[in-house]
C-alpha cells in the first residue's frame, strides 16, 4: 500500500520542489577546527542506532490515544463541542489529533534532513560540515521511525503544516549560509524538541516514551550545533545584518506559534473551526502548551546573540520572554539522561523476561 492511500485528504503524489539559492563551499583547511564542535562531532558518531533494533516495536498503542494522555489534555475538554460527541466521534477525533501530531513531527524531521543536508554543501568551515554529516545521518533515521510509527501504529497521515512548509522554504530558499541554520536548528529543531519533551514526559505509552527520548537525545546535540555555529558568526554581524536575522526570527516564531493549534483536525472532520479554535486559544492547557514550546528557542536566540528589542517585544508579546532564563546545558543533559534511563529500564525488563523463560524451562525439565 502507498503512503498516499493512507493520507486523511488527498495530497499531490509528485514531490514538492523547493527552489535554493546560494553557494556549495569548499575548503583547502583540512587541519584544526573548534574543539566544542569537533567534540559535538565525536560524540554525533559515538551514539549512532539503529531504529530498528534500538525500539521496541511490538509494544502496542491505541491509535485512538496514542501517547496515552489524560483526557485533560484535550483542549475541547469542558466545550459544549465535546459535551455534544458521541464516544465513536470522540474515538475518531482522537485518532486523527495522534496522527496529525506524529505526521507533523515526521515532516518536520524530513525538513530537518534536507536542511542539514543543505547545510553540508553551504557552511564554510569543515568541523561544521562534519557534524552537519552526522546530523544528516541522524534525520534520515528519524524520519524512519516516524513514518514506520505513523504508518503501522496509527495506519493514517495528514499533510505538511503549511506554517511549518513556509518556514522550511523560506530556511533552504536564502542565498546566506547562516539561514538554513538559523531556520532549523534554531527554530524548527528548538521547537520540535520541546514539543518531544512535553510529549515524551506525558505519554504513558512506553513505545511512545522510548520513541521520543531516543530522537531528543539526537535533537539536544543539534540545537547546541546550530548555538556553537552560530554564535561565532553573529558577533561579527553588522547592525543591518543584525537586524534582518532579528526580523527572520520574529516572522518564524510567530509561524512556529501557529504550528501546534491542530485547525487541520477540526477541519478535515468537518467540525466548527472557528468555535474550536476558540476553545483552544482560551485552553490554559494549550497556553501552557504554548509557553513550554518556546522553552528551548527562546534562550537559544539569546545565546546566539539576536536579543534586539523587536525580538525581545515579539516573545513578550506571544508570553514567553521567561523562558530566556532557561538554562539549555541542564535541559540537553536531562535529554541524555532520560534516554539512558529508558535503555536502562529497557534492558532491565529483557533480563527478567528471560530469568523467568530460564526458570520456567528448569521447572519443565525438573517435572520431565
Same mark, same amino acid.
Given at each position: 500500500m502507498s503512503s498516499f492511500d493512507l493520507y486523511s485528504v488527498p495530497v499531490p503524489h509528485d514531490t514538492w520542489n523547493v527552489p535554493m539559492a546560494g553557494d556549495s563551499r569548499f575548503t583547502w583547511e583540512y587541519d584544526g577546527g573548534r574543539d566544542r564542535l569537533l567534540n559535538l562531532y565525536q560524540k554525533g558518531k559515538d551514539k549512532q542506532w539503529d531504529a530498528q533494533k534500538r525500539i521496541d516495536w511490538d509494544l502496542e498503542v491505541d491509535p485512538n490515544n496514542v501517547a496515552g494522555l489524560p483526557e485533560e489534555f484535550n483542549p475541547l475538554l469542558g466545550s459544549d463541542i465535546w459535551a455534544k460527541m458521541s464516544e465513536r466521534e470522540r474515538d475518531e477525533f482522537g485518532r486523527h489529533q495522534g496522527s496529525w501530531l506524529f505526521s507533523q513531527f515526521l515532516h518536520g524531521e524530513q525538513g530537518a534532513l534536507n536542511v542539514s543536508a543543505r547545510i553540508v554543501?553551504?557552511?564554510?568551515?569543515?568541523?561544521?560540515?562534519?557534524?552537519?554529516?552526522? !546530523?544528516?545521518? #541522524? *534525520?534520515?533515521?528519524?524520519?524512519?521511525? +516516524?513514518?514506520?510509527?505513523?504508518? *503501522?501504529? =496509527? %495506519?493514517?497521515?495528514?499533510?505538511?503544516?503549511?506554517?511549518?512548509? /513556509?518556514?522550511?522554504?523560506?530556511?533552504?530558499?536564502?542565498?546566506?549560509?547562516?539561514?538554513? $541554520?538559523?531556520?532549523?536548528?534554531?527554530? =524548527?529543531?528548538?521547537?520540535?524538541?520541546?514539543?518531544?519533551?512535553? +510529549?515524551?514526559?506525558?505519554?504513558?505509552?512506553?513505545?511512545?516514551? !522510548?520513541?521520543?527520548? +531516543?530522537?531528543?537525545?539526537?535533537?539536544? /546535540?543539534?540545537?547546541?550545533?546550530?548555538?556553537?555555529?552560530?554564535? #561565532?558568526? $553573529?558577533?561579527?554581524?553588522?547592525?543591518? &545584518?543584525?537586524?534582518?536575522?532579528?526580523?527572520?526570527?520574529?516572522?518564524?516564531?510567530?509561524?512556529?506559534?501557529?504550528?501546534?493549534? %491542530?485547525? &487541520?483536525?477540526?477541519?478535515?472532520?468537518?467540525?466548527?473551526?472557528?468555535?474550536?479554535?476558540? +476553545?483552544?486559544?482560551?485552553?490554559?492547557?494549550?497556553?501552557?502548551? !504554548?509557553?513550554?514550546?518556546?522553552? /528551548? =528557542?527562546?534562550?537559544?536566540?539569546?545565546?546566539?546573540?539576536?536579543? %534586539?528589542?523587536?525580538?525581545?517585544?515579539?516573545?513578550?508579546?506571544? %508570553?514567553?520572554?521567561?523562558?530566556?532564563?532557561? #538554562?539549555?546545558e541542564a535541559l540537553m543533559r536531562q535529554d541524555e539522561e532520560i534516554a539512558e534511563k529508558v535503555d536502562a529500564e529497557r534492558h532491565a525488563q529483557e533480563l527478567s523476561v528471560r530469568k523467568q523463560e530460564v526458570d520456567e524451562a528448569i521447572e519443565l525439565g525438573a517435572a520431565g
Open positions: 554543501q553551504s557552511v564554510p568551515d569543515l568541523d561544521s560540515k562534519f557534524y552537519a554529516a552526522t !546530523q544528516t545521518m #541522524d *534525520e534520515a533515521r528519524h524520519v524512519e521511525l +516516524y513514518a514506520k510509527f505513523v504508518q *503501522e501504529k =496509527i %495506519g493514517m497521515y495528514y499533510p505538511v503544516n503549511q506554517d511549518l512548509a /513556509r518556514l522550511l522554504a523560506e530556511s533552504l530558499e536564502d542565498s546566506r549560509w547562516d539561514l538554513p $541554520y538559523l531556520g532549523m536548528q534554531v527554530l =524548527i529543531e528548538g521547537l520540535a524538541l520541546a514539543a518531544f519533551g512535553l +510529549y515524551r514526559d506525558l505519554a504513558t505509552n512506553p513505545l511512545v516514551k !522510548q520513541l521520543l527520548a +531516543y530522537v531528543m537525545q539526537d535533537e539536544a /546535540r543539534h540545537v547546541a550545533f546550530g548555538r556553537l555555529a552560530l554564535k #561565532d558568526y $553573529y558577533a561579527e554581524l553588522t547592525e543591518k &545584518e543584525r537586524a534582518e536575522r532579528e526580523e527572520f526570527v520574529v516572522e518564524g516564531c510567530y509561524l512556529m506559534r501557529d504550528r501546534f493549534t %491542530g485547525r &487541520e483536525v477540526f477541519e478535515t472532520l468537518g467540525m466548527p473551526v472557528q468555535q474550536c479554535m476558540e +476553545y483552544v486559544d482560551q485552553s490554559s492547557v494549550f497556553r501552557l502548551y !504554548q509557553s513550554l514550546l518556546f522553552s /528551548r =528557542i527562546v534562550p537559544c536566540v539569546k545565546d546566539v546573540g539576536l536579543w %534586539g528589542d523587536k525580538v525581545q517585544a515579539a516573545y513578550a508579546d506571544m %508570553g514567553v520572554l521567561d523562558n530566556a532564563k532557561a #538554562d539549555l
